[in-house]
């Protein structure tokens, strides 16, 4: 068994290197452990390659229910807004910008980029990384933990930070977890009522309801897929979808029903020399059109079924599809100004290890950032006794 380190992060994702490098920063030594045989691949996922790390609106006054377990979370993203986190990135060498949503990605719009400044960082530290290295079981052993590895190597750490993502790959005994389950991914749904449309996108409004609760509505991007619902606006839906889920389509959703129907009238008595499928054109993207053309004689029944466009959610998220696994430690344990579990002095979580969560536009990106770097401070102080630990 080696010598006690000052601080070991498990994970070398987003909420990991910027733990490690908040730490390092503080004057504590710190190993990372990665089970993966390079850091940050998780990174250069994210945003389709382009990093979308962070969104202008995020800090304390957040909407109700942005995030799961917001009460929580906004202890740590009062104090790492996206300004804070973007100063953050911009004082280590990473220029960046939003778009006219308020996402924010890398000037560059290359994940790589945030990938090399944090890499350069944790070099210019000395952090040590060690990678495929599979922690298995962390116990509390008089002033520190006890890291069990898969080798069958032991470590011993002062403080330890717990950033591995969504999975239970390491054992903590008697600590509060929820089992995993994925979100913000395409949904499957009954296929009848959107054959035929694989691949088509539109804008729209979608809404979800359960007893005949409105639970979700939210107006994006949709791409019907020939198993169900993709896009921007599907993946937040799925946050809060379950198997039976009745889930509306709006397809029109700045006009009221009344309002479309008498729409359709006058465009029909304008276009009277136009057939059924005609009608359509330059008003609905012709395959959505032709699953449509029953409806075409009677304005009031079509401007119905075009703001109702009725499936029912009946498969969630698959793992390898999905950007998030919700659940994973329950926030209850830890304290939320410093992330550090009640029971267990010097053990801090952040990012997905948490079971906080956020839509789509750099939401979850940022809580990684945020309570990595905020696990850091913590751990560093705790590290180097400045921190009580009662």
Not at 158 to 177: K, M, N, P, T
Not at 317 to 338: H, I, M, N, S, T
Request: hydrophobic fraction near 40%; charge should be negative.
């Amino acid at each position: 068994m080696s010598d006690t380190l000052e601080a070991c992060v498990i994970g070398a994702g987003a909420a990991g290197l910027a733990a490690a490098i908040t730490a390092a920063e503080q004057g504590v030594r710190v190993v990372v452990l990665e089970r993966q045989a390079r850091i940050g691949q998780s990174i250069l996922k994210t945003g389709n390659g382009r990093c979308n790390l962070t969104n202008d609106a995020i800090g304390a006054a957040l909407p109700l229910g942005t995030y799961r377990n917001q009460d929580f979370a906004s202890n740590v993203l009062g104090r790492w807004d996206a300004a804070a986190v973007r100063a953050w990135f911009d004082e280590r060498g990473l220029m960046t910008e939003a778009d006219e949503r308020g996402w924010v990605y890398p000037r560059t719009r290359m994940a790589n980029s945030v990938l090399d400044v944090l890499r350069h960082r944790i070099a210019e530290l000395d952090v040590e990384l060690r990678c495929e290295c599979q922690p298995e079981h962390v116990e509390s052993a008089g002033e520190g933990f006890v890291l069990h590895l898969a080798s069958g190597e032991s470590l011993c750490s002062r403080a330890v930070i717990l950033a591995h993502g969504g999975s239970r790959s390491v054992d903590i005994g008697g600590l509060s977890y929820q089992e995993t389950a994925p979100i913000l991914g395409p949904l499957g749904t009954d296929t009848a009522a959107i054959r035929g449309l694989d691949g088509v996108r539109v804008s729209a409004q979608l809404s979800l309801s359960r007893n005949e609760r409105e639970l979700f509505c939210e107006y994006g991007e949709l791409l019907f897929r020939n198993y169900g619902l993709s896009g921007i606006v599907a993946f937040n839906l799925s946050r809060y979808a379950r198997r039976g889920d009745h889930i509306s389509i709006d397809l029109f959703p700045e006009d009221t029903e009344d309002g479309l129907a008498a729409f359709l009238g006058a465009r029909r008595e304008s276009l009277g020399g136009y057939d059924t499928q005609s009608f359509y054109d330059g008003m609905l993207h012709p395959r959505i059109g032709r699953l449509f053309r029953d409806s075409y004689a009677n304005s009031h029944r079509l401007a119905h079924a075009l703001k109702h466009w009725q499936v029912r959610m009946n498969a969630a998220p698959k793992p390898e599809q999905a950007q998030v696994l919700r659940g994973g430690y329950q926030v209850a344990a830890f304290r939320a100004d410093r992330l550090e579990a009640y029971d267990y002095p010097g053990l801090f979580a952040a990012g997905e290890c948490l079971d906080v969560d956020g839509p789509c536009g750099g939401y979850n990106l940022h809580w990684a950032w945020a309570s990595g770097i905020t696990a850091g401070y913590a751990a560093a102080a705790f590290s180097s006794s400045r921190f009580p630990s009662d």
